[in-house]
């Protein structure tokens, strides 16, 4: 059963444009969300995060929004950039950081020139 | 520079033997993490440990074992038990109010 669900394998925005990415949980004990991007033949590199007590954080062009009653989550890229490109983790543990994380299946997000 | 550092980047195991994928970290983060990546599918936690000389199964462990002998090592050794070991292998590590730092990860194919 999968705990976390983003449901759209692949996303294409062009240049410019806002990038908006989708994650859906089911476990209620998840109370810290994290975003990683990932390249090919690379590790995920941490990118953005939110705890429970929170229903938006920013940073720079990075947004992540937490919708609790929903049990939803998005990632807003504003603006994109081609160099944005890549594979997008969403994630969910139930305690900081140390727990462990479930990730959902990923988001290819193209972004065009 | 610290970081995660795994190795071989790419490996190949015959049928029936172990190998062992190895993960070194120098950022002196207590908790160290293996995760398996299989095509279309997200990160999934197969050993983790919290403190040197002790670790915990994860989601997959079958197939797999572990050690926590030294703070920054955390090998994992793929043995012939595992059905299906042809992956992409990752390592993370991090302390207990920090997010999961990565490293490259291994590729292992199966000849």
């Known amino acids: 059963d999968q705990q976390v669900k983003q449901n759209s394998p692949s996303l294409s925005v062009q240049e410019g444009r806002i990038s908006i990415l989708n994650c859906d949980y089911t476990?209620?004990?998840?109370?810290?969300f994290l975003w990683y991007k990932k390249y090919p033949a690379e590790g995920p590199t941490f990118l953005i995060s939110?705890?429970?007590?929170?229903d938006k954080n920013e940073d720079g062009r990075f947004t992540v929004f937490l919708n609790k009653s929903a049990k939803h989550l998005s990632l807003h890229i504003v603006p994109s950039q081609p160099g944005d490109s890549a594979v997008y983790f969403c994630?969910?543990?139930?305690?900081?950081?140390?727990?462990?994380?479930?990730f959902g299946a990923g988001t290819i997000l193209r972004v065009k020139s | 520079d610290g970081g995660i550092t795994q190795s071989p980047k790419y490996l190949f195991r015959k049928e029936g033997q172990n190998v062992t994928l190895s993960c070194e970290q120098n950022?002196?983060?207590?908790?160290m993490y293996w995760y398996r990546q299989d095509p279309g599918q997200g990160l999934r936690l197969i050993y983790y440990s919290q403190i040197v000389n002790d670790f915990q199964k994860g989601d997959i462990a079958e197939g797999y074992s572990v050690s926590r002998e030294k703070k920054e090592s955390f090998p994992l050794t793929v043995t012939s038990a595992q059905k299906n070991p042809t992956a992409f292998y990752l390592c993370?590590?991090?302390?207990?109010?920090?997010?999961?730092?990565f490293g490259d990860g291994t590729r292992l194919s199966i000849l």
């Open positions: 993370a590590s991090s302390r207990f109010d920090q997010p999961q730092h």
């Open positions: 939110i705890s429970s007590i929170k």
């Open positions: 950022l002196n983060h207590d908790a």
């Open positions: 994630a969910a543990s139930a305690g900081e950081y140390g727990n462990k994380l479930v």
């Open positions: 476990n209620s004990m998840f109370d810290y």
